[in-house]
């Protein structure tokens, strides 16, 4: 622990909040004001160093700070009043626990002596949050809180990140804290032990057909440049797990394209036939795992490389388990592999990847009456900067973009792996606020953006220009086809009606479009872009196709 002799007099609890934020490089904390930390709102009053973000809805502003955690690299900072705004909270909690994303949520409390007696909108935090967070914890002293809450950050960032929630009872953050001995506490660094390191590098010499996976690990350790030179030097291909996209680029030859939801079922053939699989940073989800049937465990050997001792062995038994930070991992494998010149490693690796080029490259098609997602992806693609941002909800409408954009040259992607909905928009402003000179785009069916469209007008009031499209199909898509599939007409619950997006985007003082054929896709952003201003793309789509395999 890094110690401080900072002395902190007459101050009380909420100053000394806002102090060990300060401390931790907090630059901006997403959130709705409430009545139970107002001693910490005060505070920031007076702090020029921090940005209080405030949201319109509390599930909206923890999804904004789990995007500003994940473009930034560091931890996020949410707060919320007790009660009921601790639980619209909890979906941007559960989306950073199932993400790996490092966040710390500041939650108001009741007063110590009404603590136990159902006081106003009390909730046992504990026991609610346990399950969803790496730590949940309690302030009764304002005396600890620097040593509590610089513990708090170093829970959310260490290991196998994740989120944080730290109680503040309401009257102690009125009580004097006296002096403050804590400081942010370093990460140490994960070191891999050499007789490890020489078995897995004699392993993959041996491999006939090796394959790699890459996970979260990758993208938090800032590993993907190791593993492009990795997989280069090996000759083995490399898919990228469940919402991964960009832990390696895309248009590299090695890339044999992204597993989950939309896959080509050309990769997990090529995993199932594999004699051994390298798996960097992924805890092998359900999803990238299509239901736990990814790995043939007869067939493959399995390295298995994660921070988190925890995630090892939880679906698949590794031939050789790793504990070990991913990028610390792969620098010192190459240090000792040799470059490879198998003919037929190159002839796999090639032939994979013709088949990934050929199911992610679009085929344009017209639609007379309606526009189609394979031409809006196509166009940001090809038209908008290479290095943009996309956050997405989950819906339908993500087959399209898992199947055909190409993340490559800064391009990044943050999407829930949890399936939140409501998740793209507010995720959109918070990597904004990071990237403020980037393109930032949301794409969300109406379903999804419907779960928190009042966030546009934080958008608007904080001069955020992100544009978020807003596919319409006037149902909840996925749902719907889940219903076909399991219990042919017998659809119930999934028919929608909506307002006027585009409309509604120049209501609250931003931009609005309203595509309804593929021919004004250009003109729609030009227009966009032009106005400098949060935009609104409605992009009306067939009802009837709701997958891009059905396009």
């Not at 300060?22 to 921090?50: C, Q, T």
């Not at 388990?321 to 494998?333: A, E, H, K, Q, T």
């Not at 000179?437 to 999804?448: E, H």
């Amino acid at each position: 622990m890094v110690q401080s002799n900072t002395k902190i007099k007459n101050k009380h609890g909420g100053q000394a909040i806002v102090e060990v934020l300060k401390k931790e490089g907090v630059k901006k904390i997403f959130g709705v004001p409430g009545e139970s930390y107002l001693n910490v709102l005060d505070a920031l009053y007076e702090e020029n160093e921090i940005d209080f973000i405030s949201a319109r809805q509390e599930g909206g502003a923890s999804f904004m700070a789990e995007s500003y955690a994940k473009a930034s690299g560091d931890v996020g900072v949410c707060s919320a009043t007790r009660g009921p705004g601790a639980t619209n909270l909890s979906i941007g909690l559960h989306t950073a626990q199932q993400d790996s994303t490092p966040l710390v949520a500041l939650i108001g409390q009741v007063e110590r002596p009404f603590k136990n007696r159902e006081a106003f909108q009390e909730i046992d935090f504990n026991s609610f949050f346990n399950d969803i967070c790496k730590w949940t914890i309690e302030i009764d002293d304002a005396n600890r809180i620097p040593e509590i809450l610089h513990r708090a950050f170093h829970v959310a960032r260490s290991g196998r990140p994740g989120p944080v929630l730290v109680s503040l009872p309401e009257d102690m953050q009125n009580d004097i804290v006296n002096n403050d001995t804590h400081g942010p506490i370093k990460v140490p660094k994960t070191c891999t032990d050499s007789d490890v390191i020489q078995e897995v590098a004699k392993e993959l010499k041996q491999a006939k057909k090796p394959v790699i996976i890459a996970g979260g690990g990758v993208i938090l350790s800032n590993a993907t440049k190791d593993l492009v030179t990795l997989s280069e030097t090996i000759q083995a291909p490399v898919a990228t797990a469940f919402r991964r996209f960009h832990a390696f680029p895309n248009s590299h030859p090695n890339y044999i394209g992204a597993l989950g939801l939309g896959a080509c079922k050309e990769i997990s053939e090529y995993i199932q036939d594999s004699d051994l699989v390298l798996a960097l940073g992924t805890k092998f989800s359900q999803m990238t795992t299509n239901d736990y049937s990814l790995i043939n465990e007869q067939r493959s050997d399995l390295i298995h490389v994660d921070i988190s001792p925890e995630s090892i062995g939880r679906v698949y038994t590794p031939t050789i388990p790793v504990v070990s930070d991913v990028r610390s991992f792969i620098v010192d494998l190459l240090k000792v592999v040799d470059q490879e010149e198998s003919d037929v490693r190159q002839s796999n690796l090639k032939e994979a990847n013709e088949k990934y080029k050929e199911f992610s490259t679009p085929t344009l098609k017209g639609n007379k009456a309606y526009a189609n997602m394979t031409s809006v992806i196509d166009f940001i693609q090809k038209e908008l900067p290479k290095d943009t941002i996309i956050t997405s909800d989950s819906g339908n409408f993500f087959s399209w973009i898992s199947r055909y954009y190409k993340y490559d040259n800064g391009g990044k992607y943050f999407g829930p792996t949890s399936g939140a909905m409501g998740y793209g928009m507010p995720a959109a402003i918070g990597a904004k606020f990071f990237y403020p000179n980037k393109t930032v785009i949301s794409i969300s069916g109406d379903g999804g953006f419907m779960m928190t469209p009042q966030e546009f007008e934080t958008a608007v009031r904080y001069e955020i220009p992100i544009i978020s499209i807003v596919i319409n199909n006037n149902m909840y898509g996925t749902i719907h086809a889940h219903q076909e599939a399991k219990f042919p007409n017998r659809v119930i619950g999934t028919t929608l009606t909506n307002m006027n997006f585009s409309e509604y985007a120049k209501n609250l003082g931003g931009h609005g479009e309203r595509v309804e054929k593929n021919e004004e896709i250009p003109k729609a952003f030009e227009r966009v872009i032009e106005s400098g201003l949060p935009a609104i793309i409605e992009v009306m789509t067939d009802p009837t196709i709701l997958s891009a395999k059905e396009e």
